[in-house]
């Protein structure tokens, strides 16, 4: 497990990752990352346009058949 401190950078609030936790995830410098609120907590990975197509797309059958996926549910 690794800390991160939430720090003041300009106008705005930041955090600085590790090189540890950079080398994890496989970025660097100007590679945009996605954060995303799951039942576990707050996971954060390597932005992927895939990906996003396919969040996006999932989202719309989600709203779109909302009310079949709650009968589903039951």
Do not use: H, W
């Not at 991160?4 to 950078?9: G, H």
């Not at 410098?29 to 990906?51: H, I, K, N, V």
Request: aromatic content about 4%.
């Amino acid at each position: 497990m690794t800390t991160i401190t939430v720090r003041r950078i300009g106008n705005s609030l930041g955090v600085i990752l590790p090189q540890e936790t950079l080398n994890l995830l496989n970025v660097s410098e100007g590679d945009r990352l996605t954060l995303t609120q799951t039942p576990q907590g707050m996971q954060l990975s390597a932005y992927s346009a895939d990906f996003s197509e396919q969040i996006k797309a999932a989202q719309k059958c989600i709203k779109q058949y909302r009310n079949a996926l709650r009968e589903l549910a039951k």
